[in-house]
């Protein structure tokens, strides 16, 4: 419809347009043991990350894959528990580690993202009680801080939280994440803690950037929500109320609070509510035509656009943080990106002042407490010999990125 085909919509995209991939420290890098993920996976029974796929040592290798792919840019996170393994000192080799990283970055002509918290916490953090306990805010700040010091001739861009509502329903009211929670009361303190802490973040690292260039923001994951059954008014209701604690506001408060410099958007799906206690409950839904991908999402493009629609009264540039999705067919990762991508030129030309786009994610890697089943990679990793090699989608993507201007 946009005809992406002919790079028509994407050759209006402008060069400096930010194309670029995401990945977290934890899900590819391997031997994190020091973070409260690794132990919860013991207790848990669950699958262990372990060696992930091997980003530790072979990153220079897949940021070369980035840009043969032509990504200009590259979203990745930083693991606190390496670089603060205990409450005391810093891990000097492990910021000379991340030191490295952001040399071969910049070796490789890709903008760096660097995110600060991507769903996992240093052990004795997590011991204290995390970010529900507001004594430990300062303990993070310290951390920024410190990166920051460090890193602030390198990046330009931040993330300070990776999807904090996620990050709250799972570990604090769904329980399947660390620390195991389900307790309103624990998750309303923690999300006050998160937007106190983000409020701080925010003004700390402006004022240690001083006039340098710094964009700060987090990455907030967006859902479109149908009520299971639309003649069903109770149905109708939870599927409002899911849409309304979870999508909007978050972006709405910070953005006239001043504390964001722009909008960052993980995408990757539409959800179907039933109603059950508060905020309904997901149900199985088949009288529709959205396709489920290999996790059982359901897949609807045109929510990509509604959502940044929507957020077009931010006046904001906006980022697409995260889009991608797991699939058995290899040809359905084109479709999907195909897909969204022709969402991303309609709602530029409506006015969107999108300024990227990164696929989650550049390999495949470590999905919580999926384990390894499944793949999201550009790339995909043979976890016997962690050789990578380019899926179908990746080459796409090239190709669309060449018409499109090439975005260097
Ligand atoms: C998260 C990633 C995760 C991806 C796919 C995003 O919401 O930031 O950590 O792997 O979704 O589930």
Redesign the pocket.
């Known amino acids: 419809m946009f005809g992406l085909e002919r790079g028509r919509v994407l050759s209006e995209i402008p060069r400096g347009f930010l194309w670029g991939a995401?990945i977290?420290s934890y899900?590819c890098e391997g031997g994190n043991t020091a973070s409260d993920w690794c132990v919860w996976e013991r207790q848990k029974k669950l699958t262990a990350a372990g060696d992930a796929s091997r980003h530790y040592t072979l990153f220079d290798d897949d940021f070369s894959l980035a840009r043969e792919t032509g990504l200009n840019s590259l979203r990745f996170s930083l693991e606190w528990a390496r670089l603060q393994p205990a409450a005391g000192g810093w891990n000097e080799q492990e910021f000379a580690h991340y030191e490295t990283v952001l040399s071969s970055l910049a070796a490789h002509q890709l903008v760096p993202f660097i995110t600060l918290h991507?769903?996992t916490l240093p052990l004795w953090y997590a011991a204290r009680g995390g970010f529900e306990n507001p004594r430990n805010i300062d303990l993070f700040l310290r951390y920024l801080r410190e990166a920051a010091v460090r890193f602030r001739d390198r990046a330009v861009y931040w993330i300070i939280f990776?999807?904090p509502l996620?990050y709250i329903v799972n570990g604090y009211l769904r329980g399947i994440w660390p620390p195991g929670k389900k307790s309103l009361s624990s998750a309303l303190r923690t999300l006050k803690n998160i937007l106190s802490c983000y409020e701080t973040a925010y003004q700390e690292m402006k004022q240690i950037y001083g006039s340098r260039e710094c964009r700060i923001s987090l990455?907030k994951?967006f859902r479109v929500f149908f009520p299971c059954n639309r003649y069903h008014i109770f149905d109708r209701l939870s599927s409002g109320v899911r849409a309304k604690s979870f999508n909007f506001w978050l972006d709405d408060l910070l953005a006239r609070r001043r504390l964001l410099d722009f909008v960052g958007v993980?995408y990757?799906c539409g959800e179907f509510v039933r109603t059950k206690g508060l905020f309904g409950a997901e149900c199985a839904h088949t009288g529709h035509a959205l396709s489920r991908n290999a996790?059982g999402w359901y897949l609807y493009p045109e929510g990509l656009k509604k959502i940044l629609m929507r957020l077009k009264r931010l006046s904001l540039p906006v980022i697409v943080t995260?889009n991608?999705t797991?699939e058995t067919d290899e040809a359905r990762y084109a479709e999907y990106l195909r897909r969204h991508l022709e969402q991303v030129a309609a709602a530029r030309a409506e006015g969107v002042d999108l300024r990227g786009y990164f696929w989650?994610?550049l390999i495949d890697?470590f999905?919580?407490d999926?384990g390894f089943g499944?793949r999201?990679g550009l790339y995909r990793v043979d976890y016997r010999t962690y050789e990578r090699v380019m899926r179908p989608h990746a080459a796409l993507y090239r190709d669309l990125i060449r018409g499109a201007g090439g975005g260097r």
Do not use: D, I, K, T
Request: aromatic share 20%.
């Open positions: 995401a977290s899900q991507h769903f990776n999807e996620v990455s994951h993980n990757y996790v995260e991608g797991a989650w994610s890697n999905e919580w999926l499944p999201f």
